[in-house]
């Protein structure tokens, strides 16, 4: 296990609505970045957060967001839900000291359905 | 813009038979590369890395990856598969000079049979 903990695993939405997901990050990582998977496609970069501020951004809209508190736990956001939005959202924790050493912990991921 | 290829995204083999699982990037720059492991219904776990160095790089559960740079690919190899090696497995690329962010292939889906 990573150490890496999301909630909720699963949960069902409908088109318009809000959903806020959450993670705890790998003791001792200061940094966080979240992945949206499709079903049977790779996982997709949104966005990831060093010192509770975005530190880069995938092509996502606006309409996904993100916080990172001072505990280095997470949240992602997502407002007015399309029905692709159906989707594993996978957390990932890592250490930044300045240089990228490119390893990230997953999480197992909060399985997203909207109807 | 980084991007990764994997060339099969479903392989069969049988029980103890070797396999290789093909990966190809694009990059204007230099890379990391990795390869992660999806097991059903979990996220994913890191097989193995390469960064720099040697270009045959070993992983956890008897995996190896070999770094080709001028024909820009990192197959990933196992002489003898079991059961247990049944998942998805991602490529990934990231930039050394930027953020930790992956950019992953589609997947491969690798069954075993027995």
């Known amino acids: 296990e990573t150490g890496v903990t999301q909630s909720p695993t699963h949960l069902i939405k409908t088109r318009g609505q809000q959903v806020t997901l959450r993670c705890s990050s790998q003791?001792?990582?200061?940094?966080v970045s979240w992945y949206q998977q499709a079903l049977g496609q790779g996982p997709q970069f949104i966005f990831q957060?060093?010192?509770?501020?975005?530190?880069g951004r995938g092509n996502f809209p606006p309409r996904f967001s993100g916080l990172q508190f001072p505990n280095y736990s997470s949240e992602l956001n997502v407002n007015a839900l399309e029905l692709d939005d159906s989707a594993l959202y996978l957390c990932?924790?890592?250490?930044?000291?300045?240089?990228?050493?490119?390893?990230?912990?997953f999480g197992e991921g909060s399985r997203l359905t909207v109807l | 813009a980084q991007s990764v290829t994997q060339l099969d995204s479903q392989v069969p083999v049988f029980e103890e038979a070797p396999v290789e699982l093909r990966c190809n990037y694009s990059?204007?720059?230099?890379?990391?590369l990795f390869w992660y492991v999806q097991y059903p219904n979990q996220g994913l776990q890191l097989l193995l890395k390469?960064?720099?160095?040697?270009?045959l790089v070993k992983g956890i559960n008897g995996f190896e990856a070999e770094f080709n740079k001028s024909q820009t690919s990192f197959h990933l190899r196992k002489p003898s598969v079991h059961i247990s090696d049944t998942a998805e497995y991602f490529c990934?690329?990231?930039?050394?000079?930027?953020?930790?962010?992956?950019?992953f292939g589609q997947g491969t889906r690798l069954t075993i049979n027995p």
């Open positions: 990932a924790s890592s250490l930044w000291q300045g240089t990228n050493t490119g390893e990230l912990f």
């Open positions: 003791s001792g990582h200061n940094t």
């Open positions: 957060y060093y010192r509770e501020e975005e530190n």
């Open positions: 990059s204007s720059v230099s890379v990391y």
């Open positions: 390469y960064l720099s160095g040697s270009t």
């Open positions: 990934a690329v990231s930039d050394p000079e930027g953020a930790q962010k992956l950019v």
